[in-house]
């Protein structure tokens, strides 16, 4: 079974590469897998296997 995480991501002028770098990684390292990021939103969603 699959579990989901939806986030906002706030865009920002200075250091939003960086930041958004950080943030997948933060995740990545909870067992979360980014499947979608959309182009004209500013939502990531997010999955990983319930019973890890």
């Known amino acids: 079974m ?3 995480k939806v986030i906002s991501w706030k ?3 200075s250091g939003n590469n960086q930041r958004l770098e950080e943030t997948l990684n ?3 390292k909870q067992g979360w897998r980014v ?3 959309g182009e004209q ?3 990531i969603v997010f999955e ?3 019973n890890r």
């Open 2 to 4: 699959k579990e989901y």
């Open 11 to 13: 865009m920002g002028l």
């Open 26 to 28: 933060s995740y990545a």
């Open 35 to 37: 499947i979608s990021i």
């Open 41 to 43: 939103t500013t939502r």
């Open 48 to 50: 990983r296997d319930k």
